[in-house]
């Protein structure tokens, strides 16, 4: 009798011994139930906050600044003088340039007139009509020499200093209006078929990390940029952005929106497939998807609402393989 007992416990603690070596085999996976939810479909670019209405001042030529105006943020008229050059040595030439145009002036009258009565050339008079222009150029490259307000509006910003050398192309002045705003943001070719005038974009900015802007596709550039691979997209935000000139910004233009969509999460998915728990096995699905994002996928076909989604897909996991539930 105690030999039997003794023969029961041995096979009784196989058993268990066999039992637990075959749980501890089986793959542990997490599990997360499908959410009914609204899915967006977007297109991401970043872009930078500008005026409506602006204009860049910069000088033509390589001269010393002389003069600036203190009128930073302060409104001005079109015409305003800004900033001079030093115009000095342009000036000590300025009465010859006057003389040579009045002269070259003159002598044009007087070729006119004889040609009329065919006793100048043709040749003369394009020769003198010529030195007119070239002379009147030159007393107008004098204006060149101080930077006017191109519009009514207000210096947005003001750079330079007196003394410093200004260089041709360097920005001095933008002047222009505070409100409206847009922003300018450069989107992927691959990505503008999908962008139209008038759909919604989700803004985000640095300096407003916890407040939801918005703003709608106003413009879209004609002409991509075939280097960087870009299409230049403005987009109007409302008066009341909090969003300032310069800023730079992500945003989100919205294409689509499906909602109380089947939602899964992202991570789930390898392609159109997942896994599912049923019981204790695992089953391979493949499903019809729709909006994806990077948290969730909308699946449109292929999964019922009650299904037990394995999340992480889990990879070498075989179709029908025995699992447990570790946590979801």
Not at 100 to 128: G, I, P
Not at 194 to 212: E, I, W
């Amino acid at each position: 009798m105690k030999s039997v007992r003794i023969l029961l416990l041995l096979v009784l603690a196989g058993g268990l011994g066999a039992g637990y070596w075959l749980f501890a085999r089986l793959a542990t996976v997490g599990i997360a139930q499908p959410e009914r939810g609204d899915a967006a479909e977007i297109v991401y670019a970043t872009g930078v906050v500008e005026p409506r209405t602006w204009a860049k001042v910069t000088p033509l030529l390589r001269e010393r600044i002389v003069e600036l105006c203190d009128c930073e943020g302060a409104k001005v008229e079109r015409g305003t003088v800004l900033a001079r050059l030093d115009s000095r040595q342009a000036e000590a030439t300025l009465a010859e340039l006057k003389a040579r145009e009045k002269l070259a002036a003159a002598d044009h009258d007087r070729l006119t007139q004889l040609a009329e009565r065919s006793a100048a050339s043709q040749q003369a008079l394009d020769r003198a009509r010529s030195d007119v222009t070239q002379a009147r150029a030159q007393v107008a490259r004098l204006e060149s020499y101080v930077l006017r307000a191109p519009m009514a509006g207000v210096v947005l910003r003001q750079d330079g200093e007196v003394g410093e050398i200004a260089e041709p192309g360097t920005i001095l002045f933008w002047v222009g209006e505070p409100r409206p705003l847009r922003i300018v943001a450069d989107v992927n070719e691959e990505d503008i078929p999908q962008v139209s005038v008038g759909q919604r974009a989700l803004v985000r900015g640095d300096a407003f990390p916890d407040r939801g802007l918005a703003a709608v596709v106003d413009a879209i550039t004609p002409k991509g940029d075939p280097v960087a691979k870009t299409y230049r997209v403005y987009l109007a935000l409302p008066g009341d952005t909090p969003l300032m000139i310069g800023m730079t910004v992500e945003v989100n233009v919205v294409v689509r929106v499906s909602a109380k969509a089947l939602l899964v999460p992202a991570a789930a998915l390898s392609g159109d497939a997942l896994f599912v728990v049923e019981g204790e096995r695992a089953r391979r699905r493949a499903v019809v998807t729709g909006i994806r994002g990077t948290a969730a996928v909308e699946v449109l076909s292929g999964l019922a609402e009650d299904a037990r989604v394995v999340t992480p897909y889990p990879d070498g996991l075989d179709d029908g393989a025995r699992v447990r539930v570790g946590g979801g």
